[in-house]
């Protein structure tokens, strides 16, 4: 014989289940749902506040650093030496004309290498013989760096700003035609069917379905190239050049003006966080359409 000892019931802890489950019309204890105080509850900081918070801290570490002399003003300035710096380039006049020089090859550059990139895009993306043509030469231009074809854009072009819109055209080329060429294979294939059953010609798929389709694709590659762009710019600028943001870095090189090359790569920065900012403003505009996750 065999006994069982059940252990004893705690009346805090124990619900009796006829209670609350066997009878439809009883309901539930309150005590069953666990309620957040409101002290818990999240409360919500601007996302303006958010995003500038990362940035503002790494400035008070940077002046802490050269304040209390772990960095040296001859490994990097200050803060506010670096503003002192850049208010002086501004009032000579010497920076505004040196970030309008570099905003003319990086549009130029821009402007002939979407053109390029779009244009092998769409004839390797819309058609089968295209891609046998155009895609394996555009694949083996594309695993060689451009920063090692300066010598060769010297020789062919000269010294002149030749060599440097080329080098920012070959550097903005190749991820338009990579994301506009993924992106026009990339349709959905329900699509194209319901286009056809519409009674679309082939040209008319290209346009209302093909094109549209493969747009959020393309613009991802335009935001790649733009980063690509002024990378670029700074090895073109460091060549051969007489004027600049990359030939004021190259004369601050010379003199060993650390405060002048941050100005510079600050200056950088800046011009590309603006150009991202408007291409993702054209984003919010043109793909209206496409539902997005905007996070949690």
Not at 48 to 57: A, C, D, I, N
Not at 262 to 278: E, K, N, Q, R
């Amino acid at each position: 014989m065999s006994i069982s000892h059940a252990p004893p019931s705690s009346p805090e802890k124990d619900i009796p289940l006829k209670s609350n489950f066997a009878d439809d019309s009883t309901p539930i204890s309150v005590d069953l749902v666990p309620l957040l105080p409101a002290s818990s509850r999240r409360t919500r900081v601007p996302r303006w506040l958010r995003r500038t918070t990362g940035p503002v801290l790494l400035l008070l570490l940077w002046q802490l650093l050269t304040s209390t002399g772990v960095l040296t003003a001859d490994v990097l300035a200050s803060p506010g030496r670096i503003a002192q710096v850049g208010s002086d380039l501004i009032a000579d006049g010497s920076l505004p004309s040196a970030m309008g020089t570099s905003l003319q090859r990086v549009a130029a550059g821009l402007a002939l290498g979407t053109v390029v990139g779009t244009g092998l895009a769409l004839v390797s993306g819309l058609f089968r013989i295209g891609e046998d043509l155009v895609d394996a030469p555009v694949q083996m231009l594309r695993t060689v760096p451009f920063v090692g074809l300066i010598p060769l854009f010297i020789i062919w072009f000269g010294i002149g700003e030749a060599p440097k819109v080329a080098i920012i055209t070959l550097g903005v080329t190749f991820p338009l035609y990579l994301n506009v060429y993924a992106g026009i294979r990339g349709v959905d294939a329900q699509l194209i069917e319901a286009g056809e059953s519409l009674g679309l010609s082939r040209w008319g798929l290209v346009r209302h379905v093909v094109l549209p389709g493969a747009l959020p694709g393309a613009l991802t590659g335009l935001r790649y190239s733009l980063g690509i762009a002024w990378l670029a710019l700074v090895f073109a600028e460091q060549v051969n050049a007489d004027s600049g943001i990359g030939f004021l870095m190259v004369q601050a090189r010379d003199f060993l003006r650390t405060d002048v090359i941050v100005v510079c790569l600050i200056v950088y920065a800046f011009l590309g966080l603006l150009a991202d900012f408007i291409v993702r403003s054209l984003e919010r505009l043109l793909l209206q359409w496409r539902p997005t996750f905007t996070g949690r």
